[in-house]
């Protein structure tokens, strides 16, 4: 039976763990997966950091820095051929959609396409009213700075959210058709729902939803079911719902497990909780 994660991290994270990329694969094949993901936070376009306006730590250690590709290339390729005879090993990234970025980061997938096989194309920023581009998960407190209207007008924040990943949609049709491609955490946008007493999405937002999952069928492109909220105390719950996990099958598309894990302890968390939701 194939036991798959698909969105893991490493020490290149800058806001994990330090241990090595062994350690990961070690845990995964103790716990029976067939098929490990490593997806690394890929670098952020240099312009992109230039122009940042946010919390300079968010800007420094969201992702790995461009002059450490080698060494994460290396350390990939080293446990490919290390454990390859007892798990498959994937090279992979975790790819930022940026509006207005676009060309930068295609350039990037582009140029790594003949090593990457799987990546996982998440929203991380948004601009808000002031056009700055802001991150959404970094703590309460940034997202209520940037995007006030988080208190009193939560649906348009949402709307925001989902606006952005219909255009990474748009974007991810013009990447190589040789890379598995993979929606990071849908609904990364409730991470701290609790903290704010969030509603659900209201009828429009989930028209907007029905709209995401529709182009990503027609697109065959995959959804990341990511066990990380789980273990958000602001938060309770998978990325995506159980709900749009519902829409999703219906309309056939794979969704594949993610332990999104920063540190070894955290490879295979919610696994049966997040297989159970998604064979009912």
């Known amino acids: 039976m194939k036991k798959k994660d698909g969105h893991t991290h490493t020490r290149f994270s800058h806001h ?27 670098p952020l376009p240099q ?66 396409s003949e090593w990457l096989d799987e990546l996982v194309l998440s ?20 997202l209520n700075t940037y995007f006030p209207e988080i208190k009193q007008a939560p649906q348009s924040v949402f709307k925001n959210y989902f606006d952005t990943i219909q255009k990474s949609l748009d974007f991810a049709e013009t990447l190589p058709k040789n890379v598995v491609i993979r929606i990071g955490h849908m609904t990364l946008i409730r991470k701290y729902q609790k903290y704010f ?46 709900d749009i996990v519902r829409k999703g099958q219906q309309l056939g598309i794979k969704f594949v497990y993610g332990s999104d894990a920063h540190e070894v302890s955290a490879i295979g968390q919610f696994y049966d909780l997040a297989e159970a939701i998604v064979s009912q």
């Not at 845990?27 to 690394?40: H, K």
């Not at 929203?123 to 940034?142: G, K, M, R």
């Open 47 to 112: 312009k992109f950091l230039a122009e940042f306006t946010g919390p300079t730590d968010s800007r420094d250690n969201s992702a790995m820095h461009l002059d450490e590709l080698p060494l994460y290339q290396q350390d990939v390729k080293a446990v490919q051929e290390k454990y390859g005879s007892q798990i498959s090993i994937k090279s992979g990234f975790e790819i930022d959609y940026l509006s207005d970025y676009e060309s930068d980061i295609r350039q990037f997938i582009i140029a790594q």
């Open 16 to 42: 994990g763990s330090h241990e090595k990329l062994e350690k990961y694969i070690e845990r995964a094949i103790s716990l029976g997966f067939t098929e490990y993901v490593v997806t690394e936070h890929a």
């Open 197 to 242: 007493n969030l509603p659900k999405f209201d009828s429009n937002n989930q028209t907007l939803i029905d709209q995401l999952l529709l182009k990503i069928k027609q697109n065959d492109f995959q959804l990341d079911f990511n066990t990380a909220g789980f273990a958000k105390s602001y938060n309770g719950e998978a990325y995506p719902t159980p």
């Open 123 to 142: 929203v991380h920023f948004l601009p808000n009213h002031d056009a700055f581009v802001a991150p959404i998960d970094y703590d309460p407190e940034t």
